[in-house]
């Protein structure tokens, strides 16, 4: 009896394609830019007038007016004094009956002059002192212009992030089936029972 066995192996193909995961990060980004704060200051020196004409003036240095107005004061001063005098010297004349000497008074009260003395410091009065101007004025910028908090303006760029997945793929096939193949090639056949 001959029998032939053949046989024909399965084959399967597999192809993968691996997964990929990737993804692309964005930071968020925060621009801030600042004015600096800006003062403008303006000052205006002090002027010091210190007037010391009175104090000159005590010690007899004068202006021409003012000298001149003084020099007619003393001389009216003096004018009346004079007039006083001759009247106190005439009434004394009209009563030279009374008193025989009265003439030797007058002579004696006229020849003598008087002084009178004092004791003074010059300058009397103090110098007047004025001060003018001397000002700080402060004016600080404005810095609070459109989309401005205090001088500051700010833009902020948000962040990204960005994913991208491949799935894995397996891709399976039968290139060939498996078989058996069973070939009698005798020409009698046993047969038990």
Not at 95 to 116: F, L, W
């Amino acid at each position: 009896m001959g029998l032939s066995i053949s046989t024909t192996p399965a084959e399967i193909a597999i192809e993968t394609i691996p997964g990929s995961f990737t993804w692309h990060n964005k930071f968020a980004q925060l621009d801030i830019n600042q004015k600096l704060p800006l003062i403008n200051i303006r000052t205006e020196q002090p002027v010091v007038m210190i007037d010391q004409y009175q104090c000159f003036a005590e010690a007899g240095l004068k202006n021409n007016i003012d000298f001149a107005r003084e020099q007619a004061q003393k001389g009216y001063q003096n004018l009346v004094k004079y007039i006083g005098r001759e009247a106190r010297n005439g009434d004394a004349m009209a009563k030279i009956g009374y008193h025989a000497n009265i003439m030797i008074d007058i002579i004696k009260r006229e020849s003598v002059t008087k002084h009178e003395f004092g004791l003074g410091s010059i300058p009397r009065s103090r110098p007047t002192v004025t001060v003018a101007g001397g000002t700080v004025r402060l004016d600080a910028e404005p810095r609070d212009g459109i989309g401005e908090t205090n001088g500051i303006t700010s833009r902020y760029t948000p962040g990204a992030l960005n994913f991208n997945y491949t799935a894995t793929k397996v891709d399976i096939r039968m290139v060939s089936y498996g078989s058996v193949n069973i070939k009698y090639t005798g020409n009698n056949v046993d047969g038990y029972i």
